[in-house]
Nanobody
Framework: VQLQASGGGLVRPGDFLKLSCVAF????????WGWSRQRPGKEREFVAA????????DYAEPVKGRFTISRDTSENTVYLQMNSLKPEDTAVYYC???????????????????WGQGTQVTVSS
């Protein structure tokens, strides 16, 4: 599968952005999807995931209550709505699919593959 992430940009603290990730490949709805990010000078970290059923979501503590992951199976697209952005949210954001279908959400990034090219989010006043 190929993934194309978009929607990043330069925003001010408190603003919002909505990231999109289009998946080019079959069986979109059979997979759990996740977002990760890599902040400057830091390792890549888990941000959010949505299960293949669409009924379960998981978020990293720093983004809980501010970010929302969703999906549109008709468009083969995963979204990350990011509200109340903070400077510490500045990062390159990546989407990915769990390596194996019909699996639950997970925070272990090694369980995901097919990382897209990423989209840059910069939060600065």
């Amino acid at each position: 599968v190929q993934l194309q992430a978009s929607g990043g940009g330069l925003v001010r603290p408190g603003d919002f952005l909505k990231l999109s990730c289009v998946a080019f490949g079959p069986n979109f709805s059979r997979y759990t999807w996740g977002w990760s990010r890599q902040r400057p000078g830091k390792e890549r970290e888990f941000v959010a995931a949505i299960s293949w059923t669409g009924n379960s979501r998981d978020y990293a503590e720093p983004v809980k209550g501010r970010f929302t992951i969703s999906r549109d199976t008709s468009e083969n697209t995963v979204y990350l709505q990011m509200n109340s952005l903070k400077p510490e949210d500045t990062a390159v954001y990546y989407c990915a699919r769990r390596r194996t279908d019909l699996q639950p959400t997970a925070r272990n990034l090694s369980l995901y593959g097919s990382w897209g090219q990423g989209t840059q989010v910069t939060v600065s006043s």
